[in-house]
């Protein structure tokens, strides 16, 4: 008679270890799942990071080349990303030591700040820049 009430008790206990082995189990599977989607979140937040500091030379080429005709602006660079940009003259003068003594310039030095957005991403920079002007040349041509 021992022996079947012990069997008995043995068989509850391993339908009981069953179901808590069940729950570790859906437990762990569900923590690996939540950090498989936080890690792709994670990558996705890195890869747009890594478009905009691709795009960051091609915007500072173009700020050289149009901001300082333009105060502000925005524009697309491509990919996604946009730029917007502020103009504002730092200093303007003419050097005191003249390497050709036939041409005078003036120098310009511009502060742009600019901003780089991909999709919900935004990262502002800033940059200095030197442009020059003969005194000599057209007057009508933008430094």
Do not use: C
């Not at 730029?83 to 003249?98: M, Q, V, Y």
């Not at 030197?130 to 041509?141: H, I, N």
């Amino acid at each position: 008679m021992d022996k079947t009430r012990n069997k008995r008790h043995q068989d509850g206990f391993l339908v009981i270890e069953i179901l808590i082995a069940g729950l570790i189990l859906t437990a762990s599977i569900a923590s690996t799942m939540y950090l498989f989607r936080i890690g792709f979140q994670s990558l996705a937040r890195v890869r747009d990071s890594n478009i905009i500091s691709s795009k960051v030379p091609e915007a500072i080429n173009y700020l050289r080349a149009f901001a300082i005709k333009a105060a502000q602006g925005t524009e697309s660079l491509g990919d996604g990303v946009d730029i917007s940009w502020k103009t504002e003259l730092e200093r303007k003068g003419t050097p005191s030591i003249l390497i050709n003594t036939t041409t005078q310039y003036d120098i310009y030095l511009y502060r742009v700040d600019f901003t780089l957005t991909y999709d919900t991403l935004t990262r502002d920079y800033r940059v200095v820049l030197f442009k020059y002007k003969p005194k000599s040349g057209r007057s009508d041509e933008i430094p």
